[in-house]
């Protein structure tokens, strides 16, 4: 590969060591009220401008980007030699005094009097972390620790922290007790579809699909409860949404039908927009995001509806058959950047669990939450009769022997329940505007990345 802007790589010079240096701020923190203070920072080397008699060094850390000042002529020789072996991504410690510069980026720049290299980067680089050279997504990925240094990448997974802290902070507010259930299960949740087999010391288990039974079974215990997660799909399909590992955040509450947990979902989508669009300007001013926060309650069409559309547009499906790709985004582009509820699905359609109207068994409470074309979260009403779950089953191809652990807790006692599943990194796209579900992945899992 050749040497990124003419950078060639280095010999083996010796680290200094941390020692007793300790970080007391972050390059955020740092502002011109603070002019002659003395602070410790940590980062990696950004880019570095030498005019002769200055050099200019932006140091970066995961809250953003300050400048270092260093005037040759007044700086001491062993700052200046530390200074002159630097190279992009060297991760260093500065020690100096804060100058309020209106000019330079926040109106405030470092002045070093020391300088500590903890950690070399080897050059040509793989790639460009500062944006400036355009590459591939599968080079990016490839290179992901560099790829994260991006600020753009950088952005998006801050943002995701402060949603899944919205998320949490919403879900315990409204009574919800947080869940961990197992990864490693001994029958598929929703079929035996798209499944990860794996060896159970001397018998075949499985990567769970999703928490559904689990969390269905502690609402008889636990009420209301949810679980931010991983779970695993054997997803054929190389898309831009489909991935083989991925969070979910899945909720599920007794006493409650497929209009309590719509209302409630939608009602946390707008308090973590909300959140993110306070928490995160900066992050969204680098995606060049203009977040916006939509009203409620959110548009509602019937699968009936959405077949009638895709027909009026030349777009016919058979009744009971699922929305295909191309009819998604033909309903995307009716309502682009936009949140809504798909409804009333056929019965046929939907997993064993998910309860028939009892005015029309042909058609059950399930919703999808859709974001122009993509569905973020699929959820409804449970079935809490066990014989009516059993036939499902049968109805279905499936074995009731291989779910006897499950129908088991209804002789227990199950109380009406509903709930849903929403994927965290699609509702990360649909905030972000990022086209491909792997931007939106710190190590993204799919049919043909394994690594790193």
């Not at 401008?49 to 200019?56: A, N, P, S, T």
């Not at 009819?327 to 009333?344: A, K, M, S």
Request: with cysteine; net charge negative.
């Amino acid at each position: 590969m050749e040497a990124i802007n003419g950078e060639v790589g280095l010999g083996l010079e010796g680290l200094d060591p941390l020692g007793g240096w300790r970080r007391t701020h972050y390059t955020s923190e740092i502002k011109p009220d603070m002019d002659g203070e003395e602070v410790t920072l940590f980062g990696w080397v950004h880019t570095i401008r030498d005019l002769g008699g200055i050099k200019f060094i932006l140091l970066a850390d995961r809250e953003g980007i300050i400048q270092l000042t260093i005037p040759v002529k007044k700086v001491d020789p062993h700052l200046l030699e530390k200074a002159e072996r630097l190279r992009k991504q060297f991760i260093i410690g500065v020690k100096g005094r804060v100058k309020a510069f209106e000019k330079a980026q926040g109106g405030v720049e470092i002045v070093p009097s020391e300088i500590r290299i903890l950690g070399r980067a080897e050059h040509p680089l793989d790639l460009d972390p500062t944006g400036k050279i355009p590459a591939e997504l599968d080079v990016r990925l490839n290179a992901r620790i560099l790829d994260l240094r991006r600020p753009e990448s950088l952005a998006i997974f801050r943002i995701n922290h402060h949603v899944l802290r919205a998320i949490r902070d919403f879900l315990e507010g409204e009574g919800y007790l947080e869940v961990q259930t197992p990864k490693i299960i001994a029958t598929a949740t929703e079929g035996g579809a798209a499944l990860f087999p794996v060896l159970y010391f001397d018998r075949e288990a499985f990567l769970a699909q999703s928490p559904q039974l689990y969390k269905e079974q502690l609402t008889a215990v636990f009420d209301k409860v949810y679980e931010i997660a991983s779970y695993f799909r054997a997803e054929e399909s190389r898309t831009t949404r489909h991935v083989a590992e991925f969070v979910s955040v899945d909720i599920e509450a007794a006493f409650a039908t497929i209009d309590d947990v719509m209302e409630l979902l939608e009602r946390m989508i707008v308090y973590v927009l909300a959140y993110v669009k306070a928490k995160c300007e900066r992050e969204l001013e680098t995606l060049k995001v203009e977040l916006r926060v939509p009203e409620l309650p959110f548009k509602r069409y019937t699968y009936d509806e959405v077949l009638k559309l895709l027909a009026e547009r030349g777009m016919r499906i058979p009744w009971g058959e699922d929305i295909p790709t191309p009819g998604l985004r033909l309903l995307g582009e009716l309502n682009p950047e936009t949140y809504y509820f798909i409804v009333d699905w056929p019965t046929s359609s939907k997993p064993f669990y998910i309860k028939p109207k009892d005015s029309n068994p042909k058609i059950c409470e399930a919703f999808d939450l859709m974001y122009g074309f993509i569905e973020l979260a699929s959820g409804g009403t449970r079935i809490h009769d066990k014989g009516l779950l059993v036939e499902r089953l049968k109805g279905q191809g499936l074995s009731p022997e291989g779910f006897q652990h499950h129908l088991r807790v209804f002789d227990y006692g199950m109380p009406p329940h509903a709930g849903w599943g929403l994927g965290l990194s699609r509702l990360l796209m649909a905030i972000t505007g990022k086209e491909n579900i792997r931007e939106c992945i710190l190590f993204p899992r799919d049919r043909d990345r394994l690594t790193p």
